[in-house]
């Protein structure tokens, strides 16, 4: 929900009762320390602090190996390959991606292994190598479908795989395909009440028809993703479509 610091303070509060010593069990201990740092880690990551958020999550892994969870260890490598994606850290984060994939098969966890192949897709999109993102974004789709796209979770993550896919079309100007996808991106945000993916299967639809001289149906579109974006006090995503929006008003001038 955003409320850092009041995470974050209650996960301190968790660590300070661990030091209790009617806390005996020292594998229960080290677990719930592991899990701690996890979160920790999480939370840096989401405020940008990456540095901080690696330190801990590198902490979080080696604790949950101590106790052979493999689970947690899988989900603390996923995290660290996102922090090198988001800092263009391309061959790492595939890396590390490979390896949390096969601890997530290991322990049979289909649906965290097809995010591990959804996050490669979307880091070959990222570096334009579009055939090869279409095939691990179609591959993932495809298991989330079958091993939990009707979960919360899991429709969440499918969402982002077939938006993914209509931002590939949208790139290559197979413009009609790409409405399919945002469009059925969009129900699944909405079945799920993620009303920032909906607003960015919007605005994405804004685009082309933008691109498409669409003007009248782009403006509704962009105005509607502004508002959006607004409630949720993306800065960044409202700017994004007011800038569209004026764009839509000098090309009409022309």
């Not at 892994?61 to 263009?88: D, P, R, W």
């Not at 469009?183 to 028809?209: H, M, P, W």
């Not at 409630?231 to 995503?237: I, N, S, V």
């Amino acid at each position: 929900m955003g409320y850092y610091e009041r995470a974050r303070a209650e996960i301190e509060t968790i660590q300070l009762k661990l030091e209790d010593k009617a806390i005996e069990h020292e594998e229960s201990k080290t677990n719930i320390k592991a899990n701690c740092l996890e979160r920790l880690g999480y939370i840096c990551r989401m405020r940008s602090e990456n540095s901080e958020a690696k330190l801990l999550l590198t902490e979080a892994k080696t604790q949950f190996e101590k106790v052979g969870n493999q689970l947690g260890v899988a989900q603390c490598i996923q995290s660290l390959s996102n922090i090198c994606a988001a800092q263009s850290e391309y061959s790492e984060a595939k890396l590390l991606l490979t390896e949390a994939k096969t601890q997530f098969e290991e322990v049979g966890d289909q649906v965290g292994a097809a995010h591990c192949i959804q996050i490669l897709g979307n880091i070959c999109r990222m570096q334009s190598e579009y055939s090869e993102a279409k095939l691990l974004l179609t591959g993932a789709r495809t298991q989330f479908e079958k091993v939990g796209g009707q979960r919360g979770a899991a429709q969440c993550i499918l969402g982002h795989c077939i938006q993914s896919l209509g931002d590939i079309c949208a790139g290559q100007s197979k413009y009609s395909e790409a409405k399919l996808l945002f469009n059925e991106a969009k129900t699944r945000f909405e079945k799920v009440g993620d009303q920032l993916g909906v607003a960015q299967c919007i605005r994405s639809l804004g685009y082309i028809y933008a691109g498409q001289s669409e003007y009248s149906e782009a403006k509704l579109l962009l105005n509607e993703a502004k508002t959006q974006f607004e409630k949720f006090g993306d800065q960044l995503g409202a700017a994004q479509c007011i800038q569209s929006l004026h764009d839509i008003s000098r090309m009409r001038k022309l």
